[in-house]
């Protein structure tokens, strides 16, 4: 993943120098690492949730400055797995800080240092002791939820706990101190030249933004164990007729945009919650998705739901494969 590098220590500074590389985002479940994807992208890439364990891939937001091109990968919570679900999402971290410039670990300005930030600590520590490990910045988040002075202990308690090479103050929601964070990523990047072209801002498919778009509509209002067990596939996204004529040739952008999705659960109780009463919570979600795929494909679209059971399917090393884990 990574571009060439120039060692570390080497004076780099000269006027027109340009770096580029990637930027892992990482730290425990729910401490405003898509937030602040989105933030430093200044678009939304990344879908967003008060339920922990919202992001499940390593999704790429893409932040391209004349000095610099600086890719970013917003990974899942770090989290003890109780799934072979949780397993892989770990595992997928791991790799992808294997393969990163520099690490960006999230820690909460609202919650005080636990195990699960101690836990991935002392994996960056034991990554930084190989040959060549990835630059480290601690970003306290969340900035704008206590006071300054907490926010000045707990900087204190993160720099006695990790060994980084930079420590930033944020609030993604209000802006603040991130163009400071860009520019401080930005230093730790080696030389070399554009990774993507200038207009793109992620790496994610088309399709698979609106399974997010709609992954993250069904995850408002459920509760429990219920977030974790919603997956959503995109069967399709065809041009149809708008007199509803399946025999007549659209041409591309006359017809109406039809986008078919299924989402799994993985018991009966489950699907029921889903649909609520009368089909009322999934037309619910449908029109929140919908606003967000009219915005993203840039005109209106009917989506078609369906609501599907896939037993257990967080422990099923098959159903795991066809849902795209």
């Not at 930027?23 to 967003?48: E, M, Y």
């Not at 069904?218 to 399946?246: M, Q, Y």
Request: charged content about 30%.
């Amino acid at each position: 993943m990574s571009n060439e590098q120039t060692p570390y220590g080497t004076d780099t500074t000269g006027a027109g120098t340009h770096r580029s590389g990637f930027v892992a985002l990482v730290g425990r479940p729910n401490v405003g690492k898509s937030t602040l994807t989105n933030a430093l992208v200044g678009d939304k890439v990344a879908i967003t949730s008060s339920k922990p364990q919202t992001t499940r891939r390593a999704i790429r937001g893409i932040v391209t400055r004349p000095d610099a091109q600086i890719v970013l990968v917003d990974t899942p919570g770090v989290h003890r797995p109780r799934t072979l679900l949780g397993e892989r999402l770990n595992d997928l971290v791991r790799e992808t800080l294997a393969e990163v410039d520099v690490v960006c670990f999230c820690l909460p300005a609202d919650q005080k240092l636990g195990p699960g930030d101690r836990f991935i600590a002392e994996d960056l520590a034991e990554l930084r002791r190989g040959r060549r490990g990835p630059r480290v910045i601690a970003v306290v988040t969340k900035t704008d939820l206590v006071s300054r002075d907490a926010v000045a202990e707990h900087l204190v308690a993160v720099s006695e706990m990790l060994e980084c090479d930079d420590i930033v103050p944020i609030s993604a929601v209000q802006g603040t101190q991130v163009d400071v964070l860009l520019d401080v990523i930005a230093q730790h990047l080696p030389q070399g030249p554009p990774l993507y072209p200038d207009d793109q801002l992620t790496e994610e498919s088309r399709d698979d933004r609106i399974a997010e778009l709609i992954r993250e509509a069904a995850l408002e209002g459920v509760r429990d164990e219920l977030p974790h067990s919603i997956a959503v596939v995109v069967e399709e996204v065809v041009e149809v007729d708008p007199d509803g004529d399946p025999f007549a040739h659209v041409e591309p952008g006359k017809g109406r945009l039809t986008v078919r999705a299924s989402l799994f659960v993985e018991r009966d109780s489950q699907k029921g919650i889903i649909i609520g009463r009368g089909g009322s919570r999934l037309k619910e979600v449908g029109s929140q998705a919908r606003a967000g795929i009219n915005e993203l494909v840039g005109r209106k679209v009917h989506l078609d739901l369906r609501v599907k059971v896939a037993k257990d399917w967080q422990r099923d090393p098959k159903q795991l494969g066809r849902l795209g884990f």
